[in-house]
Nanobody, 126 residues
Framework: QVQLVESGGGLVQTGGSLRLSCEASGRTLTSAVMAWFRQAPGKERELVAATRWSRGTTYYADYADYVKGRFIIFRDSAKNAVYLQMNSLKLEDTATYYC????????????????WGQGTQVTVSA
């Protein structure tokens, strides 16, 4: 079993930055796909960014078009953690952000994830 705990959400003004953290426990993820999703009120959950690694090799991350150039996903293998650096935040980035993980890569970052965090709220104000 893998437990995911997010942190780092909060209130920020437009144009500001936040860094979300997702720490995994329960097992060391030597090979995994980890992603950040978000869900705004009244909207469906959407994939924001994802990354994967296998036996020490980190592969290219992928991003939703609306965050490309603003958000960066990266990992710290020593801490068994993944981060989402969010820059140039916009009002429409307001949402609950979730970290998710699975231990296999199916050729795509979409699809089912087996482990989820509890979510962290990001609110961007004008």
């Amino acid at each position: 079993q893998v437990q995911l705990v997010e942190s780092g959400g909060g209130l920020v003004q437009t144009g500001g930055s936040l860094r979300l953290s997702c720490e995994a426990s329960g097992r060391t993820l030597t090979s995994a796909v980890m992603a950040w999703f978000r869900q705004a009120p009244g909207k469906e959950r959407e994939l924001v960014a994802a990354t994967r690694w296998s036996r020490g090799t980190t592969y290219y991350a992928d991003y939703a078009d609306y965050v490309k150039g603003r958000f960066i996903i990266f990992r710290d293998s020593a801490k068994n953690a993944v981060y989402l650096q969010m820059n140039s935040l916009k009002l429409e980035d307001t949402a609950t952000y979730y970290c998710a993980a699975r231990t296999y890569y199916s050729g795509t970052y979409s699809g089912k994830y087996d482990y989820w965090g509890q979510g962290t709220q990001v609110t961007v104000s004008a």
